[in-house]
């Protein structure tokens, strides 16, 4: 008899300790999506793995279109419990398809309302604007006599026949800001007219809101329509390249986090996403971005504008999220034929 009560209670310790370790996991392991550039994410995450060593952060990354599909095609049996960094055009198409639960992070009166949804329990928190740049390789540029652009209509000129690199708006979020920046600026018609002009001078699309400042970097197109902050980052580093602000106002989109609506919400995602706006978080942000959410004390980055705010177009994210679909959908059918293979 004592050597069965034995065999039942190590039987029973080992079932308990499973339990207790599937439950351990399901608490302190999250996955996360985003579309934040990858030689962000280690420096942004250290103070969370600081501050929360045991919970386990599963990322998941790539451009905003592929995050944005990805999301949209999960919407039945959800993977992500956050997303961290999504344009929040894209967290509005999700948003109108019911997959974001509404949460306020710890501090979220501290973020300016126009950055963040207006619901008490918002569904996005915006923690960074980023801006459409044109990036030139000014030592090419001089190579092919070529003038410098200050302007979306500058770059319509005979002499930079496909000498501009631009990302693709069904995969990049920088490409889909841009698209809508010409579309809200210039209204429908004179937009769409602009585009099939300056796509003669297109060499290339691409799939990544930031290659195109790389491959300006490198010499293969003079000009790349890209976001401000990866030219400036590159001039840093040495490349021939200068960040030009089109004179028009730039295309900006905010990255933003939400909480994914399913069946197991858990702590941790919402610890994720009040770190997500943290001061230590903020701070990172502003070595990259000249407007964060919540303001901090760092100087605009070298190379922006002084007044970053009025470089800003006036953007209607309800608007751009609306007909986001039907603007991908007429872009593509008008314009594919010149974008890089998918890998």
Same mark, same amino acid.
């Given at each position: 008899?004592?050597?069965?009560?034995?065999?039942?209670?190590?039987?029973?310790?080992?079932?308990?300790?499973?339990?207790?370790?599937?439950?351990?996991?399901?608490?302190?392991?999250?996955?996360?999506?985003?579309?934040?550039?990858?030689?962000?994410?280690?420096?942004?995450?250290?103070?969370?793995?600081?501050?929360?060593?045991?919970?386990?952060?599963?990322?998941?990354?790539?451009?905003t279109g592929v995050i944005t599909a990805k999301?949209?095609?999960?919407?039945?049996?959800?993977?992500?419990?956050?997303?961290?960094?999504?344009?929040?055009?894209?967290?509005?198409?999700?948003?109108?398809?019911?997959?974001?639960?509404?949460?306020?992070?710890?501090?979220?009166?501290?973020?300016?309302?126009?950055?963040?949804?207006?619901?008490?329990?918002?569904?996005?928190?915006?923690?960074?604007?980023?801006?459409?740049?044109?990036?030139?390789?000014?030592?090419?540029?001089? *190579?092919?006599? &070529? +003038?410098?652009?200050? =302007?979306? %209509?500058?770059?319509?000129?005979?002499?930079?026949?496909? #000498? @501009?690199?631009?990302?693709?708006?069904?995969?990049?979020?920088?490409?889909?800001?841009?698209?809508?920046?010409?579309?809200?600026?210039?209204?429908?018609?004179?937009?769409?007219?602009?585009?099939?002009?300056?796509?003669?001078?297109?060499?290339?699309?691409?799939?990544?809101?930031?290659?195109?400042?790389?491959?300006?970097?490198?010499?293969?197109?003079?000009?790349?329509?890209?976001?401000?902050?990866?030219?400036?980052?590159?001039?840093?580093?040495?490349?021939?390249?200068?960040?030009?602000?089109?004179?028009?106002?730039?295309?900006?989109?905010?990255?933003?986090?939400?909480?994914?609506?399913?069946?197991?919400?858990?702590?941790?995602? *919402?610890?994720? &996403? +009040?770190?997500?706006? =943290?001061? %230590?978080?903020?701070?990172?942000?502003?070595?990259?971005? #000249? @407007?964060?959410?919540?303001?901090?004390?760092?100087?605009?980055?070298?190379?922006?504008?002084?007044?970053?705010?009025?470089?800003?177009?006036?953007?209607?994210?309800?608007?751009?999220?609306?007909?986001?679909?039907?603007?991908?959908?007429?872009?593509?059918?008008?314009?594919?034929?010149?974008?890089?293979?998918?890998?």
């Amino acid at each position: 008899m004592k050597k069965w009560m034995l065999i039942f209670m190590s039987l029973l310790l080992i079932f308990l300790a499973a339990c207790s370790g599937g439950n351990a996991q399901s608490k302190d392991e999250i996955t996360v999506y985003t579309a934040l550039e990858d030689d962000m994410l280690d420096p942004y995450l250290s103070s969370f793995k600081e501050k929360y060593p045991d919970i386990k952060v599963n990322i998941v990354r790539d451009s905003t279109g592929v995050i944005t599909a990805k999301l949209l095609a999960e919407k039945d049996n959800p993977k992500a419990d956050v997303v961290w960094g999504l344009a929040a055009t894209s967290l509005l198409v999700a948003d109108q398809q019911g997959m974001l639960q509404g949460y306020a992070p710890k501090d979220a009166d501290r973020v300016e309302k126009a950055y963040k949804d207006d619901r008490e329990k918002p569904h996005w928190v915006g923690i960074d604007a980023w801006m459409t740049g044109i990036t030139v390789n000014t030592v090419e540029l001089k *190579k092919q006599g &070529l +003038d410098m652009p200050k =302007s979306y %209509e500058d770059l319509l000129d005979p002499q930079y026949k496909d #000498a @501009i690199v631009m990302p693709n708006p069904a995969s990049s979020g920088t490409g889909f800001l841009t698209v809508s920046a010409f579309l809200q600026l210039m209204g429908e018609d004179k937009a769409w007219n602009y585009m099939d002009k300056l796509h003669h001078n297109i060499g290339l699309y691409t799939h990544s809101g930031s290659k195109p400042a790389k491959l300006a970097g490198q010499g293969e197109y003079p000009i790349g329509i890209s976001f401000g902050y990866r030219g400036i980052t590159q001039a840093d580093k040495g490349e021939p390249i200068k960040t030009i602000f089109p004179k028009e106002g730039s295309g900006w989109d905010l990255e933003a986090n939400a909480l994914v609506k399913k069946e197991n919400i858990k702590d941790s995602a *919402k610890k994720f &996403l +009040d770190w997500a706006i =943290s001061d %230590e978080a903020m701070k990172e942000y502003s070595k990259n971005f #000249a @407007i964060t959410s919540v303001p901090t004390d760092k100087p605009v980055p070298e190379g922006f504008p002084d007044d970053t705010a009025a470089q800003l177009i006036d953007n209607d994210f309800e608007w751009a999220a609306k007909h986001r679909e039907e603007i991908l959908d007429k872009w593509s059918k008008k314009y594919e034929g010149k974008s890089e293979p998918k890998e």
